[in-house]
């Protein structure tokens, strides 16, 4: 795999080739993708949380995450066709521990029809780069505890169950 780097506005542009997907920043003109990724997210977690507010409702603020210069929005395109996204952002950590900051990744979806080629792997691995690359120790996501599909997938990267957040009605 061949990375080329192109530093822009203080911001690391980071390019992976590879056989079937190139995985490249978000641009602005990527929203209306995004957007509908995001959709599709909110869908597919609803079965998991039984409080997420009825639609219309959003996640996060993905035009400001793409401009943003400390945030890294990912998408991988197969023959110029945007398939899966992820996101990198700094977040602060709880006063106690060992570390300020930390990469937090979200916004991880795949298009059904490109699931099980590794496409969100490779995702993971730049964003896992950019954190490195920008001084972060500790990476960490959340995932609902019924998401099974979804903790093989990051367990398969590396990731390991932290902790269990609980609720009552």
Known sequence: MEK???????????IMLTDDAKIRNARPEDLPILLEFEQ??????????????KDPISYYDLKQMVLD???C?????VDE?????GYGIPKRARHYLDHEWYAYLGFMYTRPDFRGKGINARIIK????WASENGFTEVRLTV???????IKAYEKVGFKS???EMRLD
């Open 4 to 14: 080329s780097y192109i530093v822009f506005s203080f911001k690391l542009f980071t």
């Open 40 to 53: 599709e997210l909110i869908k597919a977690e609803r079965p998991f949380d039984v409080t997420i507010d």
């Open 69 to 71: 210069d400390k945030a």
């Open 73 to 77: 929005v990912l998408v991988a395109e």
């Open 81 to 85: 066709k945007i398939v899966a996204s």
């Open 126 to 129: 730049v964003l896992k780069q």
């Open 144 to 150: 609902y505890s019924d998401n099974i599909p979804a």
């Open 162 to 164: 932290h902790l269990i």
